[in-house]
């Protein structure tokens, strides 16, 4: 049959959709891609590219960013799943170093005018991903597992601006994990003070080198961010191996 067809019009019509059905993958195929992801769950596989990578190497952030305020919401109940999706003892977080050390260069320009950040979520384990994925199927505001978060990854943080004074957060419209249109960048019917935070947020972020998130005013993340493995590691295993690098 393929032998019948005129030579040109193998050209013309059958090479083309033979490319695009290999290239665009049909939505039924989304799953493979899920069951293809690689994780990386043993935390001796994670010290070898740490060790190949030193930019890979996962950095506790309050080592890096002096007066750096916590308020690590999966650590408690205090958030959209009601649940403790991390050990409730987790006190600390991590990201990957250019991303540690972008944050300690936001908070080093931000203190100068006696603001501050405060963090919500940075690194997290892809399993937690897994189960937010299964309340909220939305990627405006939870990453599909098909591919991961850049939480995942390292290089993703969620915060928040404070005064140094008294730790107080600076209004920004909405709480954090607020999944509604009024939480976008895009949307500007808000007091000017509010916008103004935002503003201050996210150009101070940008300034060095993270990226925003349209529809999650706390959300940023370093670009290019896929040549960090998505680890699936526990907290535990990481602050012990933190501990050995002081
Ligand atoms: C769940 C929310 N805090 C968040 O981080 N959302 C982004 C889209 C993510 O899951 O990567
Ligand atoms: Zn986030």
Redesign the pocket.
């Known amino acids: 049959m393929y032998n019948k067809l005129t030579k040109p019009f193998r050209i013309k019509v059958l090479l083309p959709v033979i490319f695009l059905t290999t290239v665009f993958i049909p939505g039924s195929a989304q799953d493979s891609l899920s069951k293809k992801l690689f994780v990386i769950k043993d935390v001796k596989e994670y010290l070898k590219t740490a060790n190949s990578d030193p930019g890979k190497r996962m950095i506790e952030l309050s080592s890096k960013v002096p007066r750096l305020v916590y308020d690590l919401r999966y650590s408690t109940r205090e958030n959209f799943m009601n649940l403790e999706m991390y050990t409730p003892a987790t006190a600390v977080s991590f990201l990957r170093t250019p991303a540690a050390e972008a944050l300690s260069n936001v908070q080093k320009e931000l203190s100068a005018a006696g603001i501050g950040v405060k963090v919500f979520?940075a690194y997290r384990p892809y399993s937690v991903?897994v189960k937010?994925w299964e309340l909220v199927k939305d990627e405006r505001?939870?990453?599909n597992p098909a591919r991961g978060?850049?939480?995942n990854r390292g290089i993703?943080i969620?915060l928040t601006l404070i005064n140094l004074n008294n730790l107080s957060e600076l209004p920004m419209g909405t709480g954090f994990?607020n999944f509604s249109d009024t939480a976008h960048h895009s949307f500007v019917a808000l007091p000017a003070d509010i916008l103004k935070n935002r503003k201050l947020l996210r150009t101070t972020m940008e300034k060095y080198g993270f990226k925003a998130?349209e529809t999650?005013w706390w959300?940023y993340f370093l670009p290019e961010g896929n040549r960090f493995e998505i680890l699936d590691i526990s907290f535990q295993e990481l602050i012990k191996e933190a501990s050995k690098h002081k």
Do not use: K
Request: hydrophobic letters at 35%; aromatic letters at 14%.
């Open positions: 979520d991903t937010f505001y939870v990453a978060s850049g939480h993703a969620d994990d998130l999650e959300h």
